[in-house]
Each structure stands twice: as C-alpha cells, then as structure tokens.
C-alpha cells in the first residue's frame, strides 16, 4: 500500500483516485465534540485541566492504578503521570508479577498499592485508589471496567472501548449502577492541533466541509503471538488499533455521526502472519450532504494524516496522531501551537472531572458509538456492501 501525502492537488487527487478504485463507487453522534476542550493557549499549559479544587478529595491529588503494564503504560502513561497536576501513579495491577519490583522501585509504590489480577477486588478496600487506567487487550476490558466499578473505582478504559457493542453496554452500565465515572483514553482531544480541527469543521470557520482524508498505518514489527495481531483478543487489526484514529478524527471534524459505510479489505501480502486479523483496511463514511470520508489504516505502511476541504479553506495535520511532534497548517497559514503531553492532559482532565463531579468529554457513549462504526466497517468490508448506520 503507498503512503499518501496531501502536499499538493495533484496527490490529493491521485488518493481520491486510488481510493475509488479499491472501493468502487460509494452509495449516536456527539454535537460540537470536545468543543469545551479548545480553550487552549499557544503555552500548552494545563488551564484547561481546571487545577482547582473540588467536592471530591477536596483538592487533593487522585490516585490512579494502572492496569496492565505493557508498553503503553510502561512508555507514555506512567512518565506522564509524573506531570500531572490534579492526579498521580499511586498503584499498580498486572498479571506479570516480574515487572513488580521494577515498576515499586521505579515510582516508589508500595507493596499495598500493587495487585494482581486475581487480588484486583481487594482494590475497593484501598482509598489511595480514585481511578483505575484499563490498558489491557481489547476484549479484556469489559472485564475489567466492570470489576473496577463493583470495587468503587472511577475508570479510564484506553481505545478501543472493546470488541463489541454488547461489551461497551455492559461498561457503562456496571459505571452508572455503581455511581462512578466511565471515560475512554482519547488523548487526541486534549491536543491543540487535534482541537484547533474540531473547532474549524464543527464551527464551519472556513464554511460548510466539503470532504476529509485520514490514514493511520504502521509497519507492525511485533512476534506472530502477539496479541494485536489475535482476532480473539485484539477484535481486528490495524483498524481496531489505529484505524479508530481516524474515525475519530473524521467524528470529531463533522461533530456528528456518518449515515454509512462502504469498505474493502487490502490484499495480504503475508498471510502467514495476518492469519487471523486484515493486514490493511479503507473505507469511506459518508455524512448527510453528501460530504465523504475517505479513509485507510495498514501494518503495512508508514502514514498518518487528517486532512479537511471545507468551501472556503482547508486544513492538514501531518503527523496528525503521535504522541509527539504533531503539525499542522491550513489555507491561512501554519497552526502555531507549542507541543503538549496528551496523556497527562487527559489524566488530569478527568481527575477535574471526578473532583467537581463534571461530566468528561469523552465518556463510554464516544467508546460505544465508535465500536459500532468499527464494526459496521469490519461488515461493509466483509459483505462488499454499503452498511447504514
């Protein structure tokens, strides 16, 4: 699969080209997405988190566990939290106990705030614990969600939600029956570049939008056990994984949900190790007015843009979803917004939320939706028809 780039007509053309002719012709919304999150400096400073304090806790730090210490955690969410403000590392629940010693002496965390899990209930015991960071396999989140709010414990789920739409109902459900609070790890809109783009198709500044672009691919370098390369547990490939990036995008751009989807499975050049998950995916999602999405997702390429045509203007994040080093431009010039850690904004966003009893941005009923546009592209793919939603 080649990697588009949109620096000039003439590739935003041959996308739209190629992309026609992989798919063919092409036959629970959230208005003004994450809106509330724009008020954003040119400093990147935490303004927004709302450092002050609340009902709950009184003001003080909240104490988050991180469950699963893969990479994720070990490399962004653990470092991250050594910035916050409004929460901190205060414990720890894996199911490696070779990484204990590692993870206690690293950020000084006590023997009474570490648990398996097995020993993961006893957590409802511990009032060091405030939040619980889910950062396990895909279909092991609804298991986890659910116990942590039977413990009591307000809970970040990281993206996807979960594998399917009967899982993610289940999440919300277990959080409203035990008076807790449900986010999804949606860094992205904690982002200013990623903000700047909801408020520029939401608030059509350049007009109506006319269309949008979006990749997110890597070359996946992992062992064939893996876990994201497991349909089982993943609940597909690069789609699941970074593909929900650019729906994303696209639902945060247009701020409301598409009324259908046509998709097409990419050819898998080693079959041998995508043998259970599609090794690349594109599909467009189409809005009421006739404005089209076109998309693509690979463990077989390098990109990572989102691009929007609105009638008067346009704009472009490229990179648009890193962790880091994220640029964009539009029609008028390039964005000029200082570099920010995603995941410690959204940490302490959420902390704002349960200390001032606030609703967050991105709740379970984003981490539903989406899981249901992710599975109606997995159909259209499948059947090679146009699937509403």
Known sequence: MKKFSFSSPFNRRQFLKDLSLTLGSTATGLSLLSLTSCNTNKSGNKEQSGETSGQNGQGRKLGIALLGLGKYSEGQLAPALQETNNCYLAG?????????DKWKRKYDIPDKNVYSYESFDQIKDNP???????VTPNALHREFVVRAAQAKKHVICEKPMATTVEDCQAMIDACKQNNVKLSIGYRLHFEPH???VMELGQKEVFGPVKSIKAADSFKINVKPEDWRL??????GGPLMDVGIYCIQGVMYTMGKEPIAITAKYGEKTRPDYFKTVEQSI??????????????VSSYNDEAGFLYGEARDGWWRLDPAYSYSGIKGETSQGKMDFEEVNQQARQMDD????????????????MGLR?????????EAARTNKKVGI
């Open 350 to 365: 959420f902390a704002n939320c349960v200390r001032n009893n606030k609703p967050t941005q991105v709740p379970g009923e």
């Open 128 to 134: 060091d614990i405030d939040i619980v960071y889910v």
């Open 194 to 196: 990623n903000q700047r």
């Open 230 to 235: 497991s349909q089982k547990l993943a609940g």
């Open 282 to 295: 594109s599909w467009q999602m189409q809005f009421e007015g006739g404005v089209i999405a076109d998309c």
């Open 92 to 100: 720890i629940v894996t199911g490696s106990p070779d990484k204990v």
């Open 370 to 378: 989406d899981v249901r546009i992710l599975l109606a592209i997995y």
